[in-house]
């Protein structure tokens, strides 16, 4: 990016950040996740770092939070309360701790690690051991006054304990008040049966329960406020002592703060809450890493509006923003033609992600998304990559809408869409990208799982004529692979192995693996278990079909062509003459999952995607991609992603790896 495209892209970030900023900080509303914005903020401080003298006062960089509300008296701070730098990456947090110790000229002596909990900060003030004011952060600078609100929390001390230490003079204390995400949902009850507005999240709950002109409502709210620094200089040496001093002035605390050595035990302690923090009664979304020895604070000072001796770890955003470089078309194994956007890379969720599908025409008119667009991306069922969200607002003008392709883009073939669908396909049955995409939906994790047949490797195959459909897989021999580049004696040796291994498969993988139209997973799952048996799924009629639970008249029909169609058939009986055999399934007549629904989000130690769902099947249950009213049961692994708040929302069961094991064991 040139210094002048970098100009452009500074103002247009300024100009979204503080339009985001002012809904969130004045408003208590917002358009758009923390996260998102987050990842806003990230890109516009990391161009400023790149062209420091593009900066400017007012940047959304320079300055901590929107102007305070009027209907509050404003309260003036003894000593800014500015921002933290944040840090989405263990190799920033490191960066950070090198440009530390070198403004130092030694090392960091520890640090101090503290849950960053999504609520309300708050400036208290004491006199003589008592509770003289309470201010809301507001700019920085000056903020409102709501005493008469945070007296209501219980967790607020009116007078400080006094039985370790005399009570100094003058106390500032700077803490969180905070919303349990039981007390969002029970207070959202209310809102919806009094046909109120919802609230976002709890901080946005919290904003608004401190913001109430009536301190009876704010009563009527069941908030905490956690202590985590003393302004005031009281002679303490570390930030680990400043904890212990709160506590015995009567503060509460969070118990998950640790005194951390190094920056190895700051990467433990960041990874273990990644996980940890879903079970937590309050939102978190990162932690705050604090140089512990109170003196190397002090030397270290701050830069612009943000404290050098402190961070903000994020952890990985469901919500991040990027760029669209440009959209391109892939063609499905059924010849569908689906555009898929190539983003500039960024972290999302612990990945790095490089692209997006955008589905269909109709989703891309919908989003309204085009070549230069900056957008939101999360991840679709903790998955796959998702287009959210379109800013208009930071378009250059550049931008042109997309338009779906008249020829196929690999084969040249024409292009048709049918007025009553959404798809557009490729005319060309042997387009060469359908056939590879046929290849490779044979071998996948859900079909017949062949470790080592790659799409490289089957381009390799496809290309010298060795494969020219699916079922010559299993005609391949040792002598075949060995004069192939990319193969040794051993790697020809291992693929065979795991072809041969391959042939013993399950019903439901039989069925996915044949790639019949609108037929996934979880209706293969659902054909196994009501028809038994292939035969029967073959010589079932359309009457038949229909009776399957969840299957409907598309489906069906889509089943009966396929199976009436004598290549198809051909197809299948070359395949178990091949030495493809079906197993069965057995499941448990005790098995404790019967008839129950189950969904596993996050990565599980133990146990791959599939292999937890095999389990889930052997144990009476129905493994399922999507959380619902109709879901029985939630398996939270590691960085697992909405399905799990989701579950929260619904009151639906969650359990741990460990638990899981014992019901599928």
């Known amino acids: 990016m040139t ?23 004045v408003l208590d509303r917002q358009e758009i996740s923390d996260s998102a914005l987050d990842s806003l903020k990230h890109e516009l401080l990391k161009l400023e770092e790149e062209y420091p003298d593009l900066i400017t006062p007012d940047s959304p ?70 509770l003289t004011t309470a201010a809301t952060r507001g700019n920085g600078l000056i903020g409102e006054d709501v005493t008469a609100n945070l007296r209501t929390v219980e967790s607020v001390p009116l007078r400080l304990e006094e039985d370790k230490y005399s009570l100094p003079k003058y106390l500032e204390v700077r803490g969180e008040v905070v919303i349990t995400k039981e007390e969002l949902a029970r207070i959202n009850k209310e809102q919806t049966k009094n046909n109120l507005p919802l609230f976002a999240n709890p901080r946005n709950l919290a904003a608004g329960s401190v913001r109430q002109l009536d301190p009876k409502i704010t009563a009527s709210r069941k908030m905490d406020f956690y202590a985590f620094e003393i302004l005031t200089d009281l002679g303490q040496k570390t930030h680990a002592q400043v904890h212990e001093l709160l506590k015995d002035f009567g503060f509460k605390t969070n118990p998950h703060c640790r005194k951390l050595a190094n920056l190895e035990e700051v990467a433990n302690y960041l990874k273990s809450w990644e996980t940890k923090r879903e079970k937590l009664p309050y939102q978190t979304d990162g932690v705050v890493i604090v140089v512990d020895d109170i003196a190397q604070e002090k030397a270290l000072g701050s830069v612009g509006k943000a404290e050098r001796w402190m961070l903000a770890y994020k952890f990985p955003a469901e919500q991040v923003t990027t760029r669209v470089k440009d959209i391109i078309v892939q063609i499905g194994r059924t010849g569908v033609l689906t555009p898929v956007a190539i983003l500039e890379p960024v972290r999302l969720a612990g990945t790095t992600v490089a692209r997006a599908t955008l589905h269909n025409e109709d989703e891309i008119k919908r989003l309204d998304v085009r070549v230069g667009d900056t957008v939101i991306l999360q991840k679709a069922g903790d998955i796959i990559p998702d287009i959210v969200k379109v800013l208009p607002n930071l378009r250059t003008g550049r931008s042109k809408p997309f338009m779906m392709p008249k020829t196929c883009p690999v084969c040249g073939s024409h292009v048709v869409h049918a007025p009553d669908k959404v798809a557009y396909y490729c005319t060309n049955k042997n387009c060469y990208a359908a056939v590879r995409e046929k290849f490779e939906h ?5 079909s017949f799982n062949i470790d080592g047949l790659g799409p490289k490797i089957l381009e390799q195959l496809l290309a010298v004529g060795l494969i020219k459909e699916v079922a010559d897989i299993f005609t391949l021999t040792y002598d075949d692979l060995k004069p192939l580049e990319r193969f040794a004696d051993k790697s020809a040796q291992n693929l065979i192995n795991a072809i041969n291994n391959a042939k013993v498969i399950s019903l439901p993988n039989f069925i996915v693996a044949l790639g019949i139209r609108h037929v996934g997973e979880e209706t293969a799952v659902a054909l196994a278990n009501y028809f038994g048996s292939l035969d029967k799924i073959i010589n079932s009629s359309l009457n038949d079909l229909s ?56 990565s599980l130690a133990k146990f791959d995607r599939e292999q ?33 708040e989701k579950a929260k929302k619904l009151g639906i069961k969650i359990i741990d790896e460990d638990e899981f094991l014992k019901l599928v064991s």
Do not use: C
Request: proline letters at 3%; hydrophobic letters at 35%.
């Open 61 to 130: 960089t320079q300055r901590v939070a929107g102007k305070p509300l009027a209907k509050f008296v404003k309260v003036k701070h003894n000593q800014p309360i500015i921002s933290i730098e944040d840090a989405f990456t263990l190799e920033e947090v490191a960066e950070w701790e090198k440009r530390n110790q070198r403004l130092l000229g030694y090392k960091i002596k520890g640090y101090f690690g503290e849950l960053k909990m999504d609520g309300l900060t708050i400036v208290l003030t004491y006199r003589d051991g008592l």
């Open 547 to 602: 009776k399957v639970p969840d299957i409907g008249p598309v489906v069906s029909q889509s089943i009966y062509d396929f199976f009436q169609n004598k290549t198809n058939q051909k197809l299948i009986k070359r395949l178990f003459d091949l030495g493809v055999k079906i197993k069965q399934i057995k499941i448990s007549a005790q098995g404790r999952l019967i008839n129950k629904i189950v969904v596993v989000t996050g």
């Open 442 to 446: 044979f071998v996948g994790k859900q």
């Open 3 to 25: 210094k002048q495209e970098a100009s452009i892209r500074i103002k247009k970030l300024r100009a979204e950040i503080n339009h985001h900023r002012y809904l969130y900080h």
């Open 612 to 644: 937890a769902k095999q389990a889930i099947r052997r144990a009476g249950g129905t493994a399922s991609e999507s959380v619902s009213k109709k879901t029985d049961l939630v398996v939270v692994g590691k960085n697992p992603g909405s399905k799990a």
